[in-house]
């Protein structure tokens, strides 16, 4: 049964293969018009050594019809190559050129054989050769339709060798013999290159599934190499390659781009508040405002956290820029709705403008993010163009960089001391420590400059414990009574192994560990609370006291009061400055004290400057306070003048 089957199928189109169809009908048209370009030539030969000895009918007026047949399907033909064909057309097509193929085989024998019997053997030897050139000829050109190869040498071989044997003559015995032979043949050699042309074409398909294959992985690898997958606009690495691209082309006056960051406003809070996920959504919803403002010439990418980068491919005046700037801060200020809950946000910008001649990439970011600082220090929810000054902030920054990273800090850090007084008991209770560094080559360097470099270089870590070895030190030589308050940063607290650092330079030193007030703000909190809360948790389990600075100043001082270990809360100076002016002031300074009485934690005021700021802050509840009117920051060698004074 299955040799039947397989001898069935040989002899049948094949069409359930839409790819090897189409390969067919390619192939199969580029040879058709020399198939009937070859029968014409050869018919003719014949009929014309023919057109003495047999009767016209045979040898002029069917070889005729035979040959204008052939040439009606070769005009066709020639012109059908250039279609491309459905496989619905195409597998019709193939089986109608497999029905011709026997109709033509059976008629071109049948008229080969009633010619073989007129003229002498010479013409009876030409009309054998004629019908085995031929039939070889048209299987070659068949070779890709198998089925019609195979049928047109059945046909043919067949019925022709019949006819040989039954002329009884031993050359035409001869010759059947081998016209059968060279069927056989033929038969396998188109077998076999069928199935080759067959594989060949399962090959090629399984080939371009596997280049489909590894394109799309190479599709989804540049994706996600290239692309954030949270918000679908372009990543860091695309951001900067497209950057470094730009810069490659220009700079200076030849400069087409622009490039600014965008930082957004309250972003942490969101995510403490109302959770990571919602973060998730928030940052979604940021990308998809972006994309509605980009378009060709404006490229939006996600640079990792809540900040994100723009470049512009073409020259912009800065007013242009400020007002883009604006467009994009307004559209980032709108609410946004997360569950059931809304949060609102602001983003801030900081644009580098037009790079100046021969500035590396890394220049360029350095002045847009030198613009982000000044908008996110005093003017956040706008746009910040980088300016002269700015330029100058940035090198006198880079230079107090290279000093900090080259200096002798253990020689070049100092501390200065702020007394803490109880105004209920007239005494001073403790001492906030205050870095300064002197360095010989820039001098005095503000605490608020250089701290923001060290910790944006990471030498933070090495100014907090060297700072805190000299407090130490100079602490144990302090009452009992007297604490000592030390300001950590958020990256001191932005792990537990550099908490833990910090609590054995305490516990290695003679000041007790109770003795010792790490304050932080609530910047610091809010950078990662879940990290700052383990911290602060391992802070408290040795015995020291934790501060919360500056309360009051943040988004939303009072979600972390109740949720982290804090035994103190510094009221600021912001508050105090107008105390005695301004009734709302007092309200929230009255507020405060009562918070922290209820909660039972400590309260100290900062800033307070004259007798009549004292006066009102006592009347509101307040003892503990910290400003000029009790001292100002003083080195270690005035601290004992101090304390016998102020007993």
């Known amino acids: 049964m299955v040799s039947v089957a397989r001898i069935r199928g040989a002899f049948t189109v094949d069409g359930t293969d839409p790819e090897l169809v189409r390969s067919q009908m390619q192939a199969f048209g580029r040879q058709i018009p020399l198939l009937y370009f070859m029968l014409v030539i050869n018919t003719m030969a014949v009929a014309i050594t023919h057109v003495g000895c047999a009767p016209a009918w045979l040898a002029v007026y069917t070889p005729l019809a035979l040959c204008a047949f052939c040439l009606i399907r070769c005009v066709r033909w020639w012109f059908f190559r250039q279609r491309t064909l459905t496989h619905e057309q195409a597998v019709p097509e193939l089986r109608?050129?497999?029905?011709?193929?026997?109709?033509?085989?059976?008629?071109?024998?049948?008229?080969?054989?009633?010619?073989?019997?007129?003229?002498?053997?010479?013409?009876?030897a030409q009309v054998a050769f004629y019908m085995a050139t031929t039939v070889v000829g048209c299987v070659f050109c068949l070779m890709h339709l198998r089925a019609a190869a195979f049928l047109l040498l059945s046909i043919v071989i067949g019925s022709f060798t019949i006819v040989l044997f039954a002329a009884g003559r031993p050359v035409f015995v001869a010759m059947a013999v081998d016209m059968l032979f060279v069927g056989i043949t033929?038969?396998?050699i188109v077998h076999l290159y069928y199935r080759n042309f067959s594989s060949l074409e399962s090959s090629k398909r399984e080939l371009l599934a596997s280049q489909a294959v590894t394109q799309k992985l190479s599709d989804d690898?540049?994706?996600?190499?290239?692309?954030?997958?949270?918000?679908?606009?372009?990543?860091?690495?695309?951001?900067?390659?497209?950057?470094?691209?730009?810069?490659?082309?220009?700079?200076?006056e030849t400069a087409t781009f622009h490039m600014?960051?965008?930082?957004?406003?309250?972003?942490?809070?969101?995510?403490?508040?109302?959770?990571?996920?919602?973060?998730?959504?928030?940052?979604?919803?940021?990308?998809?405002?972006?994309?509605?403002?980009?378009?060709?010439?404006?490229f939006f990418a996600r640079l990792g956290g809540d900040e994100f980068g723009i470049i512009i491919q073409r020259r912009l005046t800065e007013d242009e820029l400020d007002r883009l700037g604006q467009t994009l801060c307004e559209r980032l200020s709108r609410p946004y709705t997360i569950g059931g809950n809304t949060a609102e946000l602001s983003g801030t910008i900081g644009w580098a403008g037009l790079p100046p001649p021969s500035v590396s990439v890394s220049d360029i970011f350095e002045r847009a993010d030198a613009a982000l600082y000044v908008g996110k220090e005093s003017r956040r929810g706008t746009a910040v163009v980088f300016s002269a000054e700015h330029e100058h902030r940035v090198r006198r920054a880079s230079l107090v960089a290279q000093e900090l990273k080259a200096a002798s800090l253990d020689a070049e850090l100092y501390l200065e001391f702020q007394p803490i007084y109880d105004v209920g008991a007239h005494s001073v209770v403790g001492f906030e420590a205050l870095g300064r560094w002197r360095s010989p080559k820039l001098g005095q360097v503000r605490p608020e400059e250089f701290i923001r470099i060290a910790e944006r270089t990471d030498l933070i870590r090495v100014v907090t414990e060297v700072l805190l070895r000299k407090a130490l030190a100079e602490a144990s030589h302090w009452p009992a009574h007297m604490y000592l308050s030390f300001n950590l940063s958020a990256l001191d607290i932005s792990s537990v192994p550099r908490a833990r650092?910090?609590?054995?330079?305490?516990?290695?030193?003679?000041?007790?560990?109770?003795r010792v007030h790490f304050e932080i703000t609530e910047t610091a909190v809010t950078r990662d609370f879940r990290q700052a809360r383990a911290s602060l948790s391992l802070i408290k389990q040795v015995g020291c006291h934790v501060s919360l600075d500056d309360f009051g100043t943040g988004y939303s001082s009072l979600s972390y009061v109740h949720r982290l270990p804090f035994d103190t809360i510094k009221i600021d100076r912001s508050f105090v400055a107008e105390v005695d002016t301004d009734v709302a002031s007092a309200k929230i300074i009255r507020s405060v004290m009562d918070l922290c009485r209820n909660l039972g934690l400590e309260c100290v005021v900062e800033g307070v400057e004259t007798e009549s700021q004292c006066e009102i802050l006592t009347s509101l509840g307040g003892r503990v306070m910290q400003g000029y009117l009790f001292g100002k920051p003083m080195p270690a060698d005035a601290m004992l003048a101090f304390q016998l004074n102020a007993v």
């Open 260 to 298: 600014g960051l965008i930082d957004l406003d309250g972003f942490k809070q969101v995510n403490d508040i109302y959770g990571h996920s919602s973060g998730d959504l928030v940052l979604k919803e940021v990308g998809a405002r972006l994309l509605e403002l980009a378009d060709p010439a404006i």
């Open 186 to 188: 033929l038969a396998l």
């Open 501 to 514: 650092r910090l609590l054995d330079i305490v516990q290695e030193s003679p000041t007790d560990a109770e």
């Open 221 to 252: 690898n540049f994706r996600l190499a290239n692309i954030d997958s949270l918000t679908g606009l372009p990543n860091r690495r695309s951001f900067f390659s497209s950057l470094n691209a730009l810069a490659e082309q220009g700079t200076g």
């Open 96 to 124: 109608k050129t497999l029905w011709l193929a026997g109709v033509m085989g059976v008629t071109f024998t049948t008229w080969a054989a009633l010619l073989f019997h007129y003229g002498p053997a010479y013409e009876q």
